[in-house]
């Protein structure tokens, strides 16, 4: 079996892992639960654990795999394997080394890269952006993350770059969970948007939404809840998605007007969720602020699901 490639998605909530063939075909894929106590050592014994599950799917051993992939949140650095400020994983204020650490486990090569920019490149590549040189990933979840792939190739800055979540879609606006103000994420974040409606609703807003969350056993209000809400004709959840489509159509205007790319990609698990739903909503928010606004670019919903951000570290090893 010629140039099989892992690939590992770690994720606050989940690990996700798959084997992946030169295709794109994925041959074995796990899933754990991310570690929410212990340290970065107990998150990265887990990850080798689920990628040796996906492995042992795909009749493959980890050290016969021509690399495995890693796609990161926090500040991952590509030339070092070295992840530093991964604030959503357990104690992982400071540097870890996570390549180093589980290329020894692994027995295999290993590289890191961003989550939402490896997800892009996962869509570039073999979903929803299959037909385009440039685009915009935006991934609307628990923040706003977003991917940059222009002339066909990655965009990465100096390392830190499509952090389209905190492009300012209102000077002095809102507060953002990265603490500054007037972030798109302030408005479109699921956990923004949480502790707002539990603001307003502490403040006597009627809502169903917390009641929904217990009901259905929820730790938070997910996307499911906001969408059960929306179904029900709840009014602040309405209001709440309806400004986070406010200001999703003015940061990516902006960031449309300064790249100009083909198409942009929407997914996150509020993405994917509601983004057919509000398609044309988002794109009418969208033409308000384009500056050349007679040929907008193409917005298409995230294709991979769950595992495009697995496939797209894989794909580190193809760049
Ligand atoms: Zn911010």
Known sequence: MADLRGGIDLGGTKIQTAIVDPSGEVLGESRRPTPTEGGPEDVATEMVAALREAAGQAGVETAALSGVGVGSPGDADEKTGVVSSARNLPDWEGSFPLGETLSKALGAEVRIGNDVQVATEAEFHLGAGREFQSLIGVFWGTGVGGGLVLDGKPWLGRGAAGEIGHMVVKRGG???????????????????????????????????LFKLMEKHGKPRLTSGIWERAIDHGDHLATKLIDRAIEALGTGVASAVNLLDPEAVILGGG???RFGDRYMEALTEEMGKHLFVDERPPA???ASLGDLGGAIGASLLFAR
Not at 184 to 198: D, F, L, Q
């Open 270 to 272: 509020l993405g994917v």
């Open 299 to 301: 917005v298409r919903v």
């Open 174 to 208: 809102a507060k953002c969970p990265c603490g500054r103000k007037g972030c798109m994420e302030a408005y479109a974040g699921r956990s923004a948007m949480e502790a707002e409606a539990r603001r307003q609703h502490e403040e006597g807003e009627k809502t169903d």
